[in-house]
T-cell receptor, first 112, second 112 residues
Framework: DGGITQSPKYLFRKEGQNVTLSCEQN?????MYWYRQDPGQGLRLIYY???????QKGDIAEGYSVSREKKESFPLTVTSAQKNPTAFYLC???????????FGQGTRLTVV | QQQVKQSPQSLIVQKGGISIINCAYE??????FPWYQQFPGKGPALLIAIRPDVSEKKEGRFTISFNKSAKQFSLHIMDSQPGDSATYFCAASITGGFKTIFGAGTRLFVKA
């Protein structure tokens, strides 16, 4: 089955630690995205990538970093510089930019 | 210009009733207007989408009404069922563009 796989589903982080969220897709989509979801705030764009080895900052990129070394993989690192990292993180991909987004099942990150 | 305003924030409907969620946008360059459905702990999934060359699109119990002159579009869920209880997001994008703009979401609860 084609789709987007995010792992882990739940992640706990101590303050001051960096953590990496995994996102893998087998849809052969060029465009991939990371969103952060907080209650009542919808989906906010963190980073996006249109092609391998290229990515752009979204609206809330501070404290986050990404890489795109392979077409199917777009990991997100939440660094210790992110002041309020507890949230639900969603990875998405698109076949054609500006059309249907396919989402993973999300990773819930909690800082303890 | 880049915002999509969604209302209401939450909605309670009796089983069998009609659920209506509204969205408004400013950027007249948007040409793709999807609605996503998200169940708790899951990623959003495309429910239905419309382009501005039509005023209405219907898929089963779900209908999008689009008013280009008013820059508004809405989702109507006919014969609402408890299984429709979820968070609904409207969105807008430009085909070929880099970003999809999401509304803040509407939490729908259908009472049995």
């Amino acid at each position: 089955d084609g789709g987007i796989t995010q792992s882990p589903k739940y992640l706990f982080r101590k303050e001051g630690q960096n953590v990496t969220l995994s996102c893998e897709q087998n849809l052969n989509h060029d465009a991939m995205y990371w969103y952060r979801q907080d209650p009542g705030q919808g989906l906010r764009l963190i980073y996006y990538s249109q092609i391998v080895n290229d990515f752009q900052k979204g609206d809330i990129a501070e404290g986050y970093s990404v890489s795109r070394e392979k077409k199917e993989s777009f990991p997100l690192t939440v660094t210790s510089a992110q002041k309020n990292p507890t949230a639900f993180y969603l990875c998405a991909s698109m076949l054609n930019r500006g059309t249907e987004a396919f989402f993973g099942q999300g990773t819930r990150l909690t800082v303890v | 210009q880049q915002q999509v305003k969604q209302s209401p924030q939450s909605l309670i409907v009796q089983k069998g009733g009609i659920s209506i969620i509204n969205c408004a946008y400013e950027n007249t360059a948007f040409d793709y207007f999807p609605w996503y459905q998200q169940f708790p702990g899951k990623g959003p999934a495309l429910l239905i989408a419309i382009r501005p060359d039509v005023s209405e699109k219907k898929e089963g119990r779900f209908t999008i009404s689009f008013n280009k002159s008013a820059k508004q579009f809405s989702l109507h869920i006919m014969d609402s069922q408890p299984g429709d209880s979820a968070t609904y997001f409207c969105a807008a994008s430009i085909t070929g563009g880099f970003k999809t703009i999401f509304g803040a979401g509407t939490r729908l609860f259908v009472k049995a």
